[in-house]
Each structure stands twice: as structure tokens, then as C-alpha cells.
């Protein structure tokens, strides 16, 4: 559906994008996870055909977004990280001018708004300013704007970011919905997210791509290593005695709680399940296991390194080097 092809992006002497290559398959929900300043909004722009590429190509659907704008953009609903709303219009009057600007046929577009409008959940709101929307309806109008002309693919820059967690809840079903009639690419910093909404996942950092794979493969490797939280009714010695009887134990550390009982984190060898080996080893020991869980911490430590590691030259700090700030004054950016 889209290809993204060596794809570099330069402001001055920082790059934000460095030959960057990927797939967008159809009907997928993509994440496109990565901290500040990794790059994501950049590479959106440049697909979404808002930004030119210093080097490389973006195919969709076989057109060339630099070449072909108008036949690639039409496959394409873009919500930007800063949508553009004008807050003295209502939702309905907001959507029947975009319309117009995506050349939705005068014939379609009041069926077509008013379907959005149901869809999006901002019927009942249409006609209040958006100026005075709450930030949760205000994105829905944003997400709106991005479905009108029927475009296949949605994309959609930090589409929670800013929303309070009821509002967060509400966009993930919505865009959970979306995802089965479009294919859907979605930028966050926030690994939970996109593990919650996302079928696939591309981690980038420092302008590179530093995984990607389907969100059950990445957190199965991710969470390779098993983690036990073991609150027994024993001390600390007791409890490494029954544990050291078990097979396939990497590590135990104590974990000081402020209880009478003893807290233990024991982590398993690579690819390891040792629940019920420990669980039998305490019953055979009679030793009292109050409470066994298993920790997932371990999955946003594997993403900070993957994210930290991989980027040391292209730090925030670096891109706010001057050079970035007299390429802003430049006007990089084109108009949509
Ligand atoms: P993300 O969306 O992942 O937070 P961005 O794509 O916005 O990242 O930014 C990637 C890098 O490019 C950052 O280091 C950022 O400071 C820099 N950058 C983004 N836009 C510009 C611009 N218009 N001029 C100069 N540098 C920019
Ligand atoms: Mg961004």
C-alpha cells in the first residue's frame, strides 16, 4: 500500500530522518513508536506529501508522492500533530470546507460528512463552535477531517496526546474501529499505546528504524525473560534454599517492602517458564507462598534501550543546535 524508500530527511546539518525503509501493508493498524525528536512527525509529513524528502522516495499505492502528489494524497487522511481546525467554524461547517478543498463532489458530500459525523461520534455536537469543543471532541473533528474523500489509509500524529484518560480510551476504540475499513498508521512515544491499538509495530529512534515486527512478536521478545514477584512467609534465606532446588533461574534479588512477609524478584533463564517448578518446590519444602506474579516491567526497559542506545549524536540538544533554527527561518515547509 505504502513504500517508504531510503527515505532522508536534512534540516541544515541535522538530519531527522536517516535512510529510513519500510512497508504499510493494507487493512494493518501500524504504530509508529519512538521518543521526541525521533523523527516520526517528520517521516508522516513527507508520506502525507506536507514536506519534500532530501533523499529517497514514498510510493503509495504505486504513485510517487513527489511526482504524482494529487494521485497519491487522495489515497491518504492525514491527521497532523497540530490539526488544522478553524475554532469559529462549527464541526459541520469545518467539514463541509475541507470537503470542498479535497474536491469531495457536491453531490456526495452532505451523505458523506453526515456519515463521518456518526462515525466519529460528533453528531450531536455539530453545531457548537469548535473553539469551544472540549480537546477529546476537537480531535475527533480532526480525525474527521482526515476520513472525508475516502482515502484507504489514515495517519495520525500522536492522536491522544494532550487527552485526559477517559478521552484516551474513547480515541483508541475509535481508531480500533477505523482499523477495520482503513489501514491506519499512528505515531506515539508511548509504548502501552501502541502495544493496546496496533496490530504492528516500527520503533524509531534517532531518525533510524530500530525494530519492527508484529506487536504479539515484539513483545514476546521483548518479554523474552520471565520475572517473579515471590512474597512468601519466610526469610530471605529459606526462600533462596527452596529456589536454588529449581532449574532454570537466572538471578534473585530481594525486593525490600516494608512487610513481615519477604519479597523476592526472580528472574528465569532466556525463554524459560519456571511458575510451576517454584510453585511445587515451596509446596515441597512447606514453605508458604503468599503471592507469585509475574513483573512485565522488562518491556519499556527493552524499549528505552533500543531508543537510547541507537541515538547518541542525534540528542533533542543536538537538533536545537543554530544551525536548526536558521533552517526553520527558511520556510522548509510547504503548505498542504
Ligand atoms: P518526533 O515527531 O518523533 O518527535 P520530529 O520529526 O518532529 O520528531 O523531529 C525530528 C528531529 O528533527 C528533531 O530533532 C527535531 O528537532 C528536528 N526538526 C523537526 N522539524 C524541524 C524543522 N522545521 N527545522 C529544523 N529541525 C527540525
Ligand atoms: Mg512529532
Do not use: W
Not at 105 to 133: D, P
Not at 141 to 149: E, F, M, S
Not at 158 to 165: A, K
Amino acid at each position: 500500500m505504502i513504500e517508504v524508500k531510503h527515505l532522508t530527511k536534512r534540516y541544515g546539518g541535522h538530519t531527522a530522518v536517516s535512510d529510513l525503509s519500510f512497508e504499510i501493508d493494507k487493512g494493518v493498524i501500524y504504530g509508529f513508536l519512538g521518543p521526541n525528536g525521533a523523527g516520526k512527525s517528520t517521516t508522516m509529513n513527507i508520506i502525507t506529501g506536507c514536506l519534500g524528502a532530501t533523499e529517497g522516495e514514498v510510493l503509495v499505492d504505486g504513485h510517487s508522492v513527489s511526482e504524482e502528489p494529487m494521485e497519491a494524497k487522495k489515497r491518504i487522511g492525514y491527521l497532523p500533530e497540530l490539526p488544522p481546525l478553524y475554532t469559529d467554524m462549527t464541526p459541520e461547517e469545518y467539514l463541509r470546507f475541507v470537503a470542498e478543498a479535497k474536491g469531495v463532489s457536491r453531490k456526495e458530500q452532505a451523505e458523506q460528512i453526515a456519515a463521518i459525523m456518526e462515525k466519529t461520534g460528533i453528531t450531536q455536537v455539530s453545531h457548537r463552535l469548535i473553539r469551544n469543543l472540549s480537546k477529546g471532541y476537537r480531535q475527533r473533528v480532526g480525525i474527521a477531517q482526515a476520513l472525508l474523500g475516502k482515502p484507504e489509509v489514515i495517519i495520525l500524529d500522536e492522536p491522544t496526546v494532550g487527552l485526559d484518560p477517559a478521552q484516551i480510551i474513547e480515541i483508541r476504540d475509535l481508531i480500533r474501529e477505523l482499523g477495520k475499513e482503513h489501514t491506519i498508521v499512528l505515531s506515539s512515544h508511548i509504548l502501552s499505546e501502541v502495544q493496546a491499538v496496533c496490530d504492528s509495530i516500527m520503533i524509531i529512534s534517532g531518525g533510524k528504524l530500530v525494530a519492527s515486527d508484529t506487536t504479539e512478536n515484539l513483545t514476546r521478545r521483548f518479554a523474552g525473560t520471565q520475572t517473579l514477584r515471590l512474597e512468601a512467609d519466610a526469610d530471605e534465606k529459606t526462600m533462596r534454599k527452596v529456589l536454588d532446588r529449581v532449574d532454570g533461574i537466572a538471578s534473585v534479588e530481594v525486593k525490600p517492602e516494608e512487610k513481615e512477609s519477604t519479597v523476592l524478584l526472580v528472574k528465569a533463564e532466556e525463554d524459560k517458564d519456571i511458575r510451576a517448578k517454584v510453585f511445587k518446590a515451596f509446596a515441597k519444602e512447606n514453605v508458604t507462598l503468599l503471592e507469585m506474579t509475574t513483573v512485565h516491567a522488562d518491556l519499556e526497559d527493552v524499549f528505552l534501550e533500543l531508543t537510547q542506545s541507537d541515538a547518541p549524536a542525534q540528542s533533542e540538544t543536538a537538533a536545537q543546535a543554530p544551525d536548526t533554527a536558521e533552517e526553520e527561518k527558511t520556510g522548509e515547509e510547504e503548505a498542504q
